[in-house]
């Protein structure tokens, strides 16, 4: 998949207004917005590899490396 670099700028821009939200928070009382943008664009690029991939997915096969992946953490 290749990347897309507006989708970059608008995550950038979602970072830089939590980390101004952080450092001035009264000058920036929304920057907290950025953390919901920043799950959109996640949510847009993972849909969009599965949408791409929609011949090759596998429910069984998605939640296996899913819970691969975060089980060790939820132990630790």
Not at 45 to 60: C, G, N, P, T
Not at 64 to 75: A, G, N, V, W
Request: charge should be positive; hydrophobic fraction near 45%.
């Amino acid at each position: 998949m290749t990347r897309i670099k507006h989708i970059d700028g608008l995550r950038a821009i979602a970072i830089i207004a939590v980390v101004f939200y952080h450092a001035f928070p009264k000058t920036f009382p929304n920057g907290y917005l950025g953390v919901d943008y920043f799950l959109a664009i996640s949510g847009f690029v993972i849909s969009k590899k599965y949408f791409l991939d929609e011949d090759k997915f596998s429910f069984k096969e998605f939640w296996s490396k899913r819970i691969t992946r975060l089980y060790p953490q939820m132990l630790a």
